[in-house]
């Protein structure tokens, strides 16, 4: 997954990991009209475990979803499941440009991750970017006062993407690790927050092994510091099974409480495509369930669902058409806004548009209530702790991707640290 910081309306979104996946969607159909061909079901094309997870996904979903290609998407009714899928964690992320100027839905939250801090090469934390200056903000100070009243946990997410921090924290792991971890205890304690959020997006193998240690005598000192504060980490799709990735899940798992699978940004290089696609033939978010789910107990994991697309410039109308030059990430709220009709791709189970701008054709891929929806489905296939969200003020508060990340329950609420 690539680890480049995207611009949206000038400000920062979440970071993932297209170029690592390569052609991780391939089974995208490319660039030809179909309008009217028939697919086979997504469930047909995955292994067993998969097809079986996407087939009860699909049926827990009360939406009749298209299987014609070209098919208007489908909205969100108000019953949209079944029945009401299993009590599960919901997980947003509030950055820092957020703060005071949106407020989160705290009843439907179990936690919220404040985003986020920055790390230095010798563990400790950057007090000079605005993510730091921003804890003493008063605004801050009551999102987090406002999320405790309604049963929230609120993490304290540590970001860096740095090579060179990274590498510097990973070739130095026992004195760095500790650092980092009472640097994050003092600001714990002062800003009333429940844990901390890992958010530290290498791409190295030979860093593999250091940053596996780092996360130990990290996680070792915290826990010394605070024993009831909570440590997730945010990982990419690929990680489970990956030998050459960065993060060694496998050897993880005894240092923290919860990975946050960052499952988005999975597009085709230089395709129009999905990012968060639920099924398709080559990668996809049950794909990285399955995997995950094989090497780490289902109940610590969090699939990360994206309130962000993407629009590409094209070569054609046609889905799965050829880009011509970069995407762009747009939010859901403004996808929304643009008003284009909405059209649902059968093979990802994703919706997307298409237009012309400047006489130029434009296709935006990204998520709606009716794929989350079918993500939140799929996490309880396997079982997981929940869902999450990169990131809530992008959603313009539409109340239905509420109920898609929910459905159908109260949200699960853990005890606050210290209680």
Not at 57 to 64: D, G, L, M, P
Not at 192 to 197: H, I, K, R, S, T
């Amino acid at each position: 997954m690539a680890s480049t910081r995207r611009q949206t309306a000038a400000r920062l979104v979440f970071c993932a990991f297209a170029s690592v996946l390569g052609c991780a969607g391939c089974g995208i159909l490319g660039a030809a009209p179909a309008t009217t061909t028939q697919v086979p079901s997504p469930a047909q094309r995955l292994i067993p475990v998969e097809r079986a997870a996407v087939t009860r996904a699909e049926a827990a979903v009360a939406v009749k979803l298209p299987t014609v290609e070209g098919s208007p998407a489908p909205n969100l009714g108000p019953a949209p499941f079944v029945r009401p899928l299993r009590a599960h964690q919901v997980v947003g992320f509030l950055p820092y440009w957020d703060v005071g100027s949106f407020t989160p839905d705290y009843q439907s939250l179990t936690a919220l991750a404040y985003w986020a801090v920055g790390l230095g090469t010798d563990g400790s934390l950057d007090q000079q970017g605005a993510g730091y200056s921003t804890l003493t903000s008063a605004a801050l100070g009551l999102d987090i006062s406002q999320a405790h009243a309604a049963g929230d946990r609120v993490l304290l997410t540590v970001f860096s993407q740095s090579p060179s921090v990274l590498h510097a924290v990973a070739a130095h792991p026992a004195t760095a690790g500790p650092r980092l971890a009472r640097d994050v205890a003092a600001l714990l304690h002062s800003g009333a927050f429940d844990g901390v959020d890992l958010d530290l997006e290498g791409n190295s193998t030979p860093d593999r092994g250091g940053f596996v240690r780092f996360v130990a005598s990290f996680s070792r000192t915290l826990r010394t510091l605070g024993p009831t504060w909570s440590i997730m980490l945010d990982t990419y799709p690929t990680s489970a099974l990956d030998p050459l990735g960065f993060f060694d899940v496998k050897a993880l798992i005894a240092y923290v409480d919860e990975f946050f699978v960052m499952a988005y940004d999975m597009q085709v290089p230089g395709v129009a495509s999905a990012t968060a696609p639920l099924t398709n033939a080559t990668w996809s978010d049950a794909i990285t369930l399955a995997q995950y789910a094989s090497v780490v107990p289902a109940g610590r994991i969090v699939l990360g669902i994206p309130l962000y697309g993407y629009d590409f410039p094209s070569m054609s109308r046609f889905d799965g058409a050829a880009t011509m030059g970069s995407p762009l990430a747009v939010t859901y709220a403004e996808i929304v806004a643009a008003g284009h009709k909405q059209i649902w791709d059968p093979v990802t189970e994703t919706p997307w548009t298409v237009f012309k701008r400047d006489g130029k054709w434009h296709q935006t891929w990204f998520d709606d209530p009716v794929s989350i929806a079918l993500k939140s489905a799929l996490a309880a296939q396997f079982h997981c702790a929940g869902v999450g969200v990169w990131e809530l003020g992008m959603s313009g508060s539409d109340t239905a991707i509420t109920t898609a990340l929910l459905g159908g329950r109260a949200p699960l609420k853990l005890p606050l640290a210290g209680t």
